[in-house]
């Protein structure tokens, strides 16, 4: 029985990360525009419907962070605001913006890369993710691949300041 189960775990574990690679892809993407690396897919019945990722410089839109960008494509192709049944997979702890529009979209599950101990919203500085006082919680997985999407995000941030010393 203990064997099927720790079977059962990997193999879950092992499809979240094969979603949350899909997601690092987008985050690669944000990275080519020079964007904060951030990349999300959302799944529904074992099916990627939704992949997006920050470009709030790009489009000069506070709004267009990987998350509202994703949930707005899934919702559109579900046809329903409603994402009841979806995962959301982040490279990086959704803020408290995307955190709100997560509860608000009904999705079903969040499942992290890297924590965000500064602004993050799924456990670090808040989280609205969880929040018995809403009508709606949502479940909760941190830290899949989680030194991949950190290192991204921190080797980003290192060449940003690179670039700004050799500017000076």
């Known amino acids: 029985m203990a064997d099927a189960v720790k079977k059962m775990e990997k ?3 092992s499809l979240q990360e094969k979603y949350m690679k899909e997601a690092l892809k987008q985050a690669k993407k944000a990275e080519v525009l020079e964007e904060v690396p951030i990349g999300c897919v959302i799944v529904h019945e074992g099916k990627v419907i939704a992949r997006a990722y920050n470009r709030r410089n790009t489009d000069k839109n506070t709004l267009a962070h ?30 408290q913006m995307c955190a709100g529009a997560i509860v608000q979209a009904r999705v079903s599950e969040v499942i992290m890369g890297a924590m965000n101990p500064k602004a993050g919203c799924g456990g670090s500085v808040l989280n609205l993710l969880e929040m018995e006082e809403f009508n709606h919680q949502v479940k909760v997985t941190r830290g899949v691949l989680e030194k991949e999407c950190s290192s991204m995000l921190s080797d980003f941030f290192k060449r940003l300041r690179e670039k700004k010393k050799e500017r000076k």
């Open 11 to 13: 193999r879950e574990y």
């Open 66 to 95: 990987a998350e509202m960008t994703a949930i707005k494509k899934a919702s559109k192709k579900l046809g329903d605001w409603r994402l009841e049944g979806c995962s959301l997979y982040v490279t990086l702890e959704p803020c």
